[in-house]
DNA sequence: AAAGCGGGGGC
DNA sequence: GCCCCAGCTTT
């Protein structure tokens, strides 16, 4: 494939893409830790939690994260259930399972010191293709080509590809990888992400401000949210549950922990009569759930989850004695948990309050 | 190759 | 409401 820029033009793109990143880029916290190539720890840990993330939901669990386990070794040696509570609210729960086992590999098996090359990386849980190549990039200023859903977008609109995503990806990689710029692999990097993220956003792409738009194909052809084209996707289905505030006299309520593997792994809930692809799990104390009416007057909370809208209906018993491993006091010592749970939790406890 | 996996913010 | 986000793992 004849690529379309010659090597001037794409030194002057380098050029006008990275003056605009050092005069324009937002602060991160792990992008002013010194010495990144020696210790990637910070790094690292910012790209799990930015995989599939914004960056301004990821900053403040990355702030406590840092102070709380500051070195690999600190993560390693956790226990899971305090990494997952630190992790409770920003999703993808699979990754903080992924986190630990990368961190206990890392701690025990490498000495504490994270693989230097990009398949060392590839290998370890939890670090696929981009999160290998960004590592390799931003921490040790290596030559990679980071694709991303930013990257993507930009690469899209540059060169206007009227292929839709994801067929259109090996080109889009191929493209970056020829703008991809050896003698400064970090800043490019995170200059053609930041592009993406602030001024080739998805709706309103901010073209007068970009310092690339004379390159770009879809700015000269003033279409550039035509890009990148994708396969339109299916509404969501909506189901129903009914879940159940479990109280005693004391003001304790019962939990109970979810499956280690699917949706929620291992995070805690209130018994419900379940959710899509749950395995049944029979209700406490021979509950039972009453025919779900429209107004009746309960509590309902709404949650869309990736792959579905959920109606939770939300009902109160009162017991004698909650066994101890489900037993907890909202106040006191509550385990992890989704924020569909917190939610269903805020809202059932401030009902309860009102006589 | 496709499906499974959260939550929040922009519009 | 719909779309998107510094994607990886499993099947």
Same mark, same amino acid.
């Given at each position: 494939?004849?690529? $379309?820029?010659?090597?001037?033009?794409?030194?002057?793109?380098?050029?006008?893409?990275?003056?605009?990143?050092?005069?324009?880029?937002?602060?991160?916290?792990?992008?002013?830790? $010194?010495?990144?190539?020696?210790?990637?720890?910070? /790094?690292?840990?910012?790209? /799990?939690?930015?995989?599939?993330?914004?960056?301004?939901?990821? /900053? $403040?669990?990355?702030?406590?994260?840092?102070?709380?386990?500051?070195?690999?070794?600190?993560?390693?040696?956790?226990?899971?259930?305090?990494?997952?509570?630190?992790?409770?609210? !920003?999703?993808?729960?699979?990754?903080?399972?992924?986190?630990?086992?990368?961190?206990? #590999?890392?701690?025990?098996?490498?000495?504490?010191?994270?693989?230097?090359?990009?398949?060392?990386?590839?290998?370890?849980?939890? /670090?696929?293709? #981009?999160?290998?190549?960004?590592?390799?990039?931003?921490?040790?200023?290596?030559?990679?080509?980071?694709?991303?859903?930013?990257?993507?977008?930009?690469?899209?609109?540059?060169?206007?590809?009227?292929?839709? !995503?994801?067929?259109?990806?090996?080109?889009?990689?191929?493209?970056?990888?020829?703008?991809?710029?050896?003698?400064?692999?970090?800043?490019?990097?995170?200059?053609?992400?930041?592009?993406?993220?602030?001024?080739?956003?998805?709706?309103?792409?901010?073209?007068?401000?970009?310092?690339?738009?004379?390159?770009?194909?879809?700015?000269?052809?003033?279409?550039?949210?035509?890009?990148?084209?994708?396969?339109?996707?299916?509404?969501?289905?909506?189901?129903?549950?009914?879940?159940?505030?479990?109280?005693?006299?004391?003001?304790?309520?019962?939990?109970?922990?979810?499956?280690?593997?699917?949706?929620?792994?291992?995070?805690?809930?209130?018994?419900?009569?379940?959710?899509?692809?749950? $395995?049944?799990?029979?209700?406490?104390?021979?509950?039972?759930?009453?025919?779900?009416?429209?107004?009746?007057?309960?509590?309902?909370?709404?949650?869309?989850?990736?792959?579905?809208? !959920?109606?939770?209906?939300?009902?109160?018993?009162?017991?004698?004695?909650?066994?101890?491993?489900?037993?907890?006091?909202?106040?006191?010592?509550?385990?992890?948990?989704?924020?569909?749970?917190?939610?269903? !939790?805020?809202?059932?406890?401030?009902?309860?309050?009102?006589?």
């Amino acid at each position: 494939m004849p690529h $379309p820029m010659s090597p001037t033009q794409i030194s002057k793109l380098q050029h006008h893409l990275h003056h605009w990143y050092n005069q324009n880029h937002r602060p991160m916290p792990w992008r002013e830790i $010194p010495n990144p190539a020696q210790n990637p720890y910070p /790094i690292w840990l910012a790209e /799990i939690m930015l995989q599939q993330t914004t960056v301004a939901a990821v /900053i $403040p669990y990355y702030q406590r994260f840092m102070q709380t386990f500051p070195t690999v070794h600190a993560l390693a040696n956790a226990p899971l259930a305090t990494i997952l509570h630190h992790w409770q609210g !920003l999703g993808y729960y699979r990754r903080a399972h992924l986190l630990h086992q990368c961190a206990q #590999y890392v701690s025990q098996q490498l000495n504490g010191t994270f693989p230097t090359t990009h398949s060392g990386l590839l290998a370890l849980p939890g /670090i696929g293709p #981009y999160t290998a190549s960004v590592i390799m990039a931003t921490a040790y200023n290596q030559p990679a080509t980071v694709v991303d859903g930013n990257v993507e977008r930009v690469i899209a609109r540059l060169f206007a590809i009227a292929t839709p !995503l994801p067929k259109a990806k090996p080109t889009i990689t191929k493209h970056a990888a020829q703008l991809s710029c050896h003698q400064n692999p970090r800043i490019h990097a995170n200059a053609v992400m930041e592009l993406g993220a602030t001024l080739c956003t998805p709706q309103s792409p901010k073209c007068p401000q970009c310092p690339i738009s004379t390159f770009c194909k879809a700015y000269k052809a003033k279409n550039p949210t035509n890009y990148p084209k994708k396969i339109t996707k299916k509404t969501l289905p909506r189901h129903q549950a009914t879940a159940f505030l479990i109280t005693d006299k004391q003001g304790n309520i019962y939990l109970r922990q979810r499956p280690t593997k699917g949706l929620l792994a291992s995070l805690w809930e209130l018994p419900h009569t379940g959710l899509p692809k749950d $395995p049944p799990t029979p209700l406490p104390f021979n509950l039972t759930s009453h025919p779900v009416t429209r107004s009746s007057g309960h509590p309902v909370i709404q949650h869309t989850f990736t792959h579905f809208h !959920l109606t939770l209906h939300l009902q109160t018993a009162q017991v004698q004695t909650i066994p101890k491993e489900n037993r907890f006091h909202p106040q006191k010592n509550l385990p992890p948990l989704s924020t569909l749970m917190l939610k269903a !939790l805020k809202q059932v406890l401030i009902t309860l309050k009102k006589p």
